[in-house]
């Protein structure tokens, strides 16, 4: 059947949602040692006569990844002479520290094969309102509203009116969060440095994706204990695809006080660990 290329690791849905259209995932294995971002290369090798559609995910959930305008055109340029459609998931395009967030769809020839889809729950602070959007070239759009309109039909009300506020008004809030997240970011970041634990800067969305595989436990192990030994929730890295394994996912949304409070109980576990004769 139709492949779908997708970079992991990502979000948990799109390898179901690939499925569930009867598609075949083709997974590729993003690595720590380049940013944890898609390279060209890597996707010039898995594009077949079958491939349909490429899934790029950036900012990205669990890693921070953000593609810059050099990597985003390699990409187009081996995109270039194929019919393969771009679904650009752009949910935390607003929230990148140091860089501004780039569309694919703003690369020359790529417009019309893009697929953007966004929505108000990270920019806005609106999760629980459930509003989402797509950009897309018309005869693409008039197809997605065939499934659309029986799904889901369309968003409540009141969460499209609440969605209209935030674009007229929350810029500056929008601000506000990004520079709070920023500091949060560098907290976190340098305080797991501080207990020996490596990480790549994050440079989008608000998670950090932090190697903890030099204790002897595969990732849910050491996720799962310092849950029930310490009540400290992180989530495996190989919840986001086997490319996460030896990893963890570390929410930086939460307070500094939090942050915090997490910092020096991951330490704390990371020492029982240590006296267990458990990494270095």
């Keep these: 059947g139709d492949e779908v290329i997708i970079p992991t ?3 948990v849905c799109y390898e179901p949602l690939a499925k569930m259209a009867g598609a075949t995932p083709v997974i590729i294995n993003c690595r720590a040692e380049c940013g944890w971002k898609l390279t060209a290369d890597e996707l010039r090798e898995k594009i077949t006569d079958k491939t ?29 002479g194929t019919n393969i459609i771009v679904l650009s998931d752009e949910i935390y395009a607003e929230l990148t520290y140091g860089k501004r967030h780039i ?4 690369i020359e020839g790529m417009r019309e094969r893009t697929i953007i889809a ?18 897309a070239p018309k005869e693409i759009l008039s197809e997605m509203l065939k499934l659309h309109q029986y799904a889901i039909m369309c968003a409540p009300t009141a969460s499209q009116f609440a969605g209209r506020e935030a674009m007229r008004e929350g810029d500056a809030d929008v601000e ?25 800067m994050p440079e989008g969305a608000f998670y950090i994706f932090p190697y903890i595989g030099s204790f002897g436990l595969s990732s849910e192990e050491f996720c799962e204990r310092l849950l029930y030994e310490e009540r400290c929730a992180i989530v495996p890295g190989t919840a986001f695809g086997e490319a996460g394994e030896g990893y963890a996912r570390i929410s930086y949304a939460y307070s500094t006080r939090h942050i915090k409070e997490a910092l020096s109980k991951i330490a704390r576990f990371i020492e029982k660990l240590k006296a267990e004769g458990r990494g270095n």
């Design 9 to 11: 690791p990502t979000f």
């Design 176 to 200: 506000y969060m990004r520079a709070e997240y920023n500091r949060r970011r560098l907290r976190i970041y340098e305080g797991l440095k501080e207990i020996g634990i490596d990480s790549v």
């Design 118 to 135: 966004s929505g108000f729950s990270k920019a806005y602070a609106m999760t629980g309102w459930r509003l989402g959007y797509l950009a």
């Design 52 to 80: 349909k559609m490429l899934v790029l995910p950036y900012p990205n959930n669990p890693t921070g990844a953000v593609l810059d305008k050099e990597e985003l055109e390699a990409i187009a340029e081996v995109l270039r």
């Design 103 to 106: 569309s694919i769809a703003s």
